[in-house]
């Protein structure tokens, strides 16, 4: 499998519970932030956006919460599902210049059934 | 069914070798990108391209080669100059570069491995 999860901080939640992941971001001038779901051996896969003038955007069971005071973002999950076991990470993207994302390193979230 | 395509899943090479990536999309999108991402790190960008026949190199291009001769393809040619290809290698492409908010989605990617 692959292999780009090792060393991550890992995040092991009981099916059903509700999850949050961090995400501590460097930019203040970033404009644009992106949620990717990646599982082992595949591509991130987009699941949320928010934009910075906005504080809280909810989803399909998924909420982001952008905190620009302290530059903090974080994913909510609700009622966590053993398909939700993947490696989650953010994307800032710096206001003038949309392909310069900057990534996270990511957190993994295991399902306990 | 539209989507980013990448090929082949797993690939490994011997050293001294060059070796190309193909990326394929049919989303129309005007930007494509490759990103290499390694155990522990976030991903970091390797070429860029806005339009056709015109790319731009990222923050890690030395011993990697692109071409983007039609929109929807933008292989990447790792060569032997680059000294630590062993990588998770992903495309990606977005409907435009300049574009206020434009998301980028990406493909399943390749694994490449140095024997």
């Known amino acids: 499998g692959e292999s780009v999860g090792l060393h991550l901080p890992t995040l092991s939640v009981q099916e059903g519970d509700n999850s949050i992941i961090n995400c501590a971001y460097s930019?203040?001038?970033?404009?644009?932030f992106i949620w990717y779901k990646q599982e082992s051996g595949k591509g991130p896969q987009f699941i949320i956006d928010?934009?910075?003038?906005?504080d809280k955007r909810q989803g399909q069971r998924v909420t982001v919460l952008l905190n620009k005071t302290v530059k903090h973002l974080s994913l909510q999950i609700a009622a966590t599902q053993p398909g939700d076991s993947a490696v989650y990470f953010c994307?800032?993207?710096?206001?003038?210049?949309?392909?310069?994302?900057?990534f996270g390193t990511g957190t993994r979230l295991k399902v306990l059934a | 069914d539209g989507g980013i395509t990448q090929s082949p899943k797993y690939l490994f090479r011997k050293e001294g070798q060059n070796v190309t990536l193909s990326c394929e999309q049919n989303?129309?999108?005007?930007?494509m990108y490759w990103y290499r991402q390694d155990p522990g790190q976030g991903l970091r960008l390797i070429y860029y391209?806005?339009?056709?026949?015109?790319?731009q190199k990222g923050d890690i291009a030395e011993g990697y080669s692109v071409s983007r001769e039609k929109k929807e393809s933008f292989p990447l040619t790792v060569t032997s100059a680059q000294k630590n290809p062993t990588a998770f290698y992903l495309c990606?492409?977005?409907?435009?570069?300049?574009?206020?908010?434009?998301?980028?989605?990406f493909g399943p990617g390749t694994r490449l491995t140095v024997l």
């Open positions: 928010i934009r910075s003038n906005m």
């Open positions: 990606a492409s977005s409907i435009s570069s300049g574009g206020a908010l434009d998301t980028q989605y």
């Open positions: 391209s806005q339009i056709v026949n015109d790319f």
């Open positions: 994307a800032e993207i710096p206001s003038g210049g949309t392909y310069k994302y900057i």
């Open positions: 930019n203040s001038a970033s404009d644009y």
């Open positions: 989303l129309n999108h005007d930007a």
